[in-house]
Nanobody, 123 residues
């Protein structure tokens, strides 16, 4: 049984920081890549960051580059977000897929999804 459970979202003011967590179960570090995606009201789901199997490769979306990092520690994948802006407001989802050497920022490439955690950036 494979599961992804996100946490760490909440209400923060502009310029603040959050660390989102994705607790994984049933996924092998040797075979699965993990990604963070977000979806704001009225917008398409957007890739934020991903990390490959064995942590060989990471990718960060241009829209958040310099403000976010992705990392993995045992069974948990983290998304550290700094200097948050109102435009970052969205439901953030953790996803996983068996995709070999690298990782992808296209949501259609992922087969496993968590339920999401709400991030709201507002003064």
């Amino acid at each position: 049984q494979r599961r992804l459970v996100e946490s760490g979202g909440g209400l923060v003011q502009p310029g603040g920081a959050l660390r989102l967590s994705c607790v994984t179960s049933g996924f092998s570090l040797d075979y699965y890549a993990f990604g963070w995606f977000r979806q704001a009201p009225g917008k398409e789901r957007e890739g934020v960051a991903c990390i490959s199997s064995s942590d060989v490769v990471t990718a960060i979306a241009d829209s958040v580059k310099g403000r976010v990092t992705i990392s993995r520690d045992k069974d948990t994948v983290y998304l550290q977000m700094n200097s948050l802006e109102p435009e970052d407001t969205a439901v953030y989802y953790c996803a996983a897929d068996n995709m070999g050497w690298g990782c992808h920022l296209q949501h259609s490439e992922y087969d496993y999804w968590g339920q999401g955690t709400q991030v709201t950036v507002s003064s």
